[in-house]
């Protein structure tokens, strides 16, 4: 399978806050989207990295044979899919940290 794209390149510049450090709580996770193509196939996987905790979201797009290859399309929806995908894991691992400090989870 040919990697067409690597990891993003470098860390992300941390943007300014708008509050006081001292009066909350703050982190940095790290996220990297990683996009490899192949035979109109666009494949995602995304990982998040809280410090506690790594999540991997996954998911393909793959070009219709009739309509016209544009890959940027295949990146974009392999991409929001595999976000999706992600999402759903962090939401199930936040409730079930929620479920073990007591807390009931709204779903």
Request: net charge negative; hydrophobic share 30%.
């Amino acid at each position: 399978m040919g990697n067409r794209r690597g990891p993003t390149l470098g860390p992300t510049p941390t943007p300014p806050l708008l509050i006081r450090p001292e009066a909350c709580h703050v982190a940095h996770e790290r996220t990297r989207v990683y996009l490899f193509e192949e035979d109109h196939t666009t494949k995602v996987r995304v990982e998040l990295d809280t410090g506690t905790t790594h999540l991997t979201g996954h998911d393909t797009a793959r070009c219709n044979p009739t309509d016209k290859d544009v890959p940027e399309i295949g990146d974009e929806l392999a991409t929001a899919r595999a976000l999706e995908n992600l999402v759903e894991q962090l939401k199930r691992t936040a409730y079930g940290d929620m479920a073990a400090a007591g807390a009931a989870p709204r779903y």
